[in-house]
């Protein structure tokens, strides 16, 4: 387990390895029953004092993560889930504890592909919306003309055909760019890892606002960045809160989702994005605008994007086409200029020498004809119908203490309990119901705000939505219900 101190952070070296450990906990990079290292170990490893490695492990107990047995050690807490799962005995692959890694953090995977029945986690698109059949047919015409497409290797930067219908499909979205400008990712996770690979080193102050999207936080960490936090209200990220830390610190990076925000689904009008945009020419730091989803609008188009604004650069926008249109080509873009632009070339280089050519070549006959406009019509018209039931369900059947945002385009809703709810361990009752959703505290990079969670409601059927959130609402019922007559919170 490795574990980075940053001495000059202002978070407490105790707190920043409570973090640490947590971190590790919740990405299952530690499972139950394992031992910690020593507090003598740990002081002696970290070059810190052993009050501070007690006062971190404290922590951990006193919130159940771990347990201490009294001339054995301390280990890792086991949950309800491990405890089916794990199986008698030790495993012969033990041995591969001691080999060093340098993962901090990977919460996002753990809720991306899982085995409930009713899914409610990941903000996929139900396939049976997406057009599979098209793409299908495109793959073998394709093949019928040139068999070698198979055979071999893209430019790096992306085929230059695919970069020219991504300008002219931006260019609908208000957003000029060229096809010099645009470099062809596997998927805006990648464009954001690039971007981390490039950019960011330790120590690094990157600012991200809070909650925010998991995988973009476990790349930022695994970089060693400093992360500092911006709250998110009903406009989006908090621009006076960013422009007094900007005033303090030295950010490297700016991240937002400012269009349908993950996980909130706050949107961001252009006043503030302009006021992002200028604290960035100010300051001489990097804007990453991520568009995951700006074409799942259920009333009026969003404001025109910070990368449409942008004239010297400061701007690097993802676009990903995966979730609107094929998971399984794995295609996004990302847009930056000047040098910037070079280095992440370079980069992609460095990491993969350019996505597949066969899935870039698949999607140009799709993105380039009426059908495209005609898809995202009939996208937007199925999940608002999804997302409206789900808004009545949770306005039927939901505790009166329970809120939410209302999103105006996006997948998800995000949902704030009681502040003594803790949603980790109130997803070990769902999941015994055979549903799963996202935490909230897989949304924050440093605060511990445990009493959110995130539904979505574009990967389900009506049905399985209706089951789910239903469910979900009468289980937080008789929550409240048991400590409202025992005076004490139930066991999450």
């Given at each position: 387990m490795h574990i980075e101190i940053q001495r000059n952070a202002d978070m407490s070296i105790s707190k920043q390895i409570y973090l640490s450990i947590l971190d590790h906990i919740r990405s299952e990079l530690l499972e139950g029953e394992?031992?910690?290292?020593?507090?003598?170990?740990?002081?002696?490893?970290?070059?810190?004092?052993?009050?501070?490695?007690?006062?971190?492990?404290?922590?951990?107990?006193?919130?159940g993560f771990i347990t201490s047995v009294q001339g054995k050690g301390t280990f890792i807490r086991k949950t309800k889930i491990e405890a089916a799962?794990?199986?008698?005995?030790?495993?012969?692959?033990?041995?591969?504890?001691s080999v060093q890694d340098y993962l901090p953090r990977s919460q996002f995977a753990r809720f991306h592909q899982v085995p409930?029945?009713?899914?409610?986690?990941?903000?996929?698109?139900?396939?049976?919306?997406?057009?599979?059949?098209?793409l299908e047919q495109e793959i073998h015409k394709m093949l019928s003309k040139n068999q070698k497409v198979v055979s071999q290797y893209g430019e790096i930067q992306g085929d230059k055909a695919l970069r020219q219908a991504m300008v002219e499909y931006l260019q609908r979205m208000d957003l000029?760019?060229?096809?010099?400008?645009?470099?062809?990712?596997?998927?805006?996770?990648?464009?954001?890892?690039?971007?981390?690979r490039t950019f960011v080193g330790p120590g690094d102050v990157v600012i991200m606002e809070a909650p925010t999207y998991p995988g973009a936080i476990d790349v930022?960490?695994?970089?060693?960045?400093?992360?500092?936090?911006?709250?998110?209200?009903?406009?989006?990220?908090?621009?006076?809160?960013?422009?007094?830390?900007?005033?303090?610190?030295?950010?490297?990076?700016?991240?937002?989702?400012?269009?349908?925000?993950?996980?909130?689904?706050?949107?961001?009008?252009?006043?503030?994005?302009?006021?992002?945009?200028?604290?960035?020419?100010?300051?001489q730091c990097l804007v990453i605008e991520d568009d995951p989803c700006s074409e799942i609008y259920f009333e009026r188009k969003p404001p025109a994007s910070i990368k449409s604004l942008d004239k010297d650069g400061h701007v690097i926008y993802l676009k990903g086409l995966s979730k609107i249109l094929a998971p399984g080509c794995r295609i996004g873009i990302l847009a930056a200029s000047g040098s910037i632009f070079k280095r992440l070339l370079a980069a992609k280089a460095n990491a993969d020498l350019g996505s597949p050519l066969l899935t870039q070549k698949a999607i140009i006959p799709f993105?380039?004809?009426?059908?495209m406009m005609d898809h995202l019509k009939k996208l937007r018209t199925a999940l608002k119908i999804r997302?409206?039931?789900?808004?009545?369900?949770?306005?039927?059947?939901?505790?009166?203490?329970?809120?939410?945002?209302?999103?105006?385009?996006?997948?998800?809703?995000?949902?704030?309990?009681?502040?003594?709810?803790?949603?980790d361990h109130f997803l070990i009752e769902a999941k015994n119901e055979q549903i799963t959703f996202l935490p909230g505290s897989a949304c924050y990079p440093t605060e511990q705000e445990n009493h959110h969670l995130r539904l979505s409601y574009s990967y389900m059927n009506e049905q399985q939505l209706t089951q789910g959130v239903s469910t979900i609402c009468n289980?937080?019922?008789?929550?409240?219900?048991?400590k409202t007559t025992q005076d004490s919170s139930p066991h999450f």
């Open positions: 394992l031992p910690l290292p020593s507090v003598r170990t740990l002081s002696k490893q970290l070059g810190v004092s052993l009050v501070t490695v007690v006062k971190a492990y404290q922590m951990l107990e006193q919130e799962e794990r199986k008698e005995g030790s495993s012969s692959y033990d041995w591969q504890l409930e029945k009713i899914h409610l986690s990941s903000n996929m698109i139900d396939p049976s919306l997406l057009p599979n059949r098209y000029p760019t060229s096809p010099d400008n645009i470099l062809v990712t596997s998927g805006s996770q990648q464009g954001i890892d690039l971007i981390a930022f960490r695994g970089r060693g960045a400093t992360i500092l936090t911006v709250p998110v209200d009903s406009d989006g990220m908090r621009v006076d809160l960013l422009h007094n830390l900007c005033d303090t610190y030295n950010p490297k990076i700016i991240y937002t989702v400012p269009t349908f925000h993950n996980p909130t689904g706050a949107v961001m009008p252009t006043k503030r994005r302009r006021q992002i945009l200028e604290i960035a020419r100010s300051t993105i380039t004809s009426k059908r997302r409206d039931l789900v808004m009545e369900i949770l306005t039927q059947h939901s505790p009166k203490e329970v809120s939410w945002f209302i999103p105006k385009g996006g997948l998800n809703i995000w949902l704030t309990l009681p502040s003594w709810i803790d949603t289980l937080l019922q008789s929550a409240i219900d048991l």
